[in-house]
Antibody
Framework: EVQLLESGGGLAQPGGSLRLSCAAS????????MSWVRQAPGKGLEWVSA????????YYADSVKGRFTISRDNSKNTLYLQMNSLRADDSAVYYC??????????????????WGPGTLVTVSS | EIVLTQSPGTLSLSPGERATLSCRAS??????LAWYQQKPGQAPRLLIY???DRASGIPPRFSGSGSGTDFTLTISSLEPEDFAVYYC??????????FGGGTKVEI
């Protein structure tokens, strides 16, 4: 059974840092790109960042570029999101999501078939 | 950035009725549009990808159609468990991947 479980959320001060983790199990982790998607309270979904299966390629939304870093440890089946210079508008539930690997005409990213339950990040003084 | 606009914002229906949800893209996304269902307190669930392909385990009452800029998610006969928020999402022109604002299907 595919499982994704996020951890590391909590309360952070503006300008502070947090590192989120996502432990994956039940599938061959190294075969799949992974993403982080967030949802502010009462709002819609916002894609944050993606990484290739090897971790060699990373992608970011403009809203987090330069502040957040996605990485993965394929020996530990774990995905990370290092969040620095946190702002109030970063407050959200953060989901990790597995990319299904369905290919379009130009990439094999962007269809997320499994999601973790999410971890809540609150940025407030 | 491709903007996805979903309509209506809220759809009030009864079990057994047909639901038709719309998603319009600000520019063509070809067929590369997905639909997700989200219930309160839960993670999103993939329903449809590439406009019309049902994800694994999704019942046939869910169907998707469209291409280019106009897409539709149809639920042929609403079950009680289908009352939720539905999001469309494109993967043609990224980063960023973008989502629509959601349609809430309520009783």
């Amino acid at each position: 059974e595919v499982q994704l479980l996020e951890s590391g959320g909590g309360l952070a001060q503006p300008g502070g840092s947090l590192r989120l983790s996502c432990a994956a199990s039940g599938f061959t982790y190294i075969h799949h790109p992974m993403s982080w998607v967030r949802q502010a309270p009462g709002k819609g979904l916002e894609w944050v960042s993606a990484t290739s299966s090897s971790g060699g390629n990373t992608y970011y939304a403009d809203s987090v570029k330069g502040r957040f870093t996605i990485s993965r440890d394929n020996s530990k089946n774990t995905l990370y999101l290092q969040m620095n210079s946190l702002r109030a508008d970063d407050s959200a539930v953060y989901y990790c999501a597995r990319d299904a690997g369905f290919c379009s005409s130009n990439s094999c990213y962007g269809v997320w078939d499994y999601w973790g339950p999410g971890t809540l990040v609150t940025v407030s003084s | 950035e491709i903007v996805l606009t979903q309509s209506p914002g809220t759809l009030s229906l009864s079990p057994g009725e047909r639901a038709t949800l719309s998603c319009r893209a600000s520019q063509s996304v070809s067929k590369y549009l997905a639909w997700y269902q989200q219930k309160p307190g839960q993670a999103p669930r993939l329903l449809i990808y590439d406009a019309s392909d049902r994800a694994s385990g999704i019942p046939p009452r869910f169907s998707g159609s469209g291409s280019g800029t106009d897409f539709t998610l149809t639920i042929s006969s609403l079950e009680p468990e289908d009352f939720a928020v539905y999001y469309c999402q494109q993967r043609t022109n990224w980063p960023p991947f973008t989502f629509g604002g959601g349609t809430k299907v309520e009783i």
